[in-house]
């Protein structure tokens, strides 16, 4: 199966007051597509630097990183952009959604952005509310949806 993610020797350092913190040491990964992956640890453990990374919200310290078999360690930030644009979907804690829109206007919204045409964000944001299972809840608002 093709390998999606391939992370060798990532670290990544942040500088808190006069200390180095280490907070990603030596981490390689390997996610083939269609493999799932939840990352677990304690607070402060890497986890947010590790999802900034594979996110390309950030870039490691050293290491080498291929999403989709591009270099994403050499990437400049306009490569970094349209790689989130294209390749990187989140979902945040907070999820960010617009009240004043429904489900599907807000799933349709981030594909109007990238250039889709209104017909075709439309029906790709059926398709994925059908395979969530969700289809009764496409009129409404985040405010009349469950959190959990």
Request: a positive charge.
């Amino acid at each position: 199966m093709k390998q999606i993610i391939k992370m060798n020797g990532i670290n990544k350092y942040y500088t808190v007051g006069d200390s180095r913190l280490h907070a990603l040491k030596d981490i390689s990964l390997q996610v083939s597509e269609g493999e799932f992956l939840a990352i677990l640890g304690p607070s402060g453990s890497g986890k947010s630097t590790l999802m900034n990374m594979i996110g390309c919200m950030d870039k490691a310290d050293s290491g080498t990183y291929y999403l989709d078999e591009i270099p994403i360690h050499t990437a400049k930030e306009k490569q970094l952009t349209e790689i989130r644009n294209e390749k990187i979907g989140f979902i945040f804690q907070k999820y960010h959604l617009i009240p004043t829109y429904n489900v599907l206007q807000n799933i349709v919204m981030p594909l109007l952005v990238r250039g889709m045409s209104l017909k075709e964000a439309e029906e790709r944001s059926i398709d994925t509310i059908r395979m969530l299972g969700i289809e009764g809840r496409i009129h409404h608002k985040p405010r009349e949806l469950s959190g959990g």
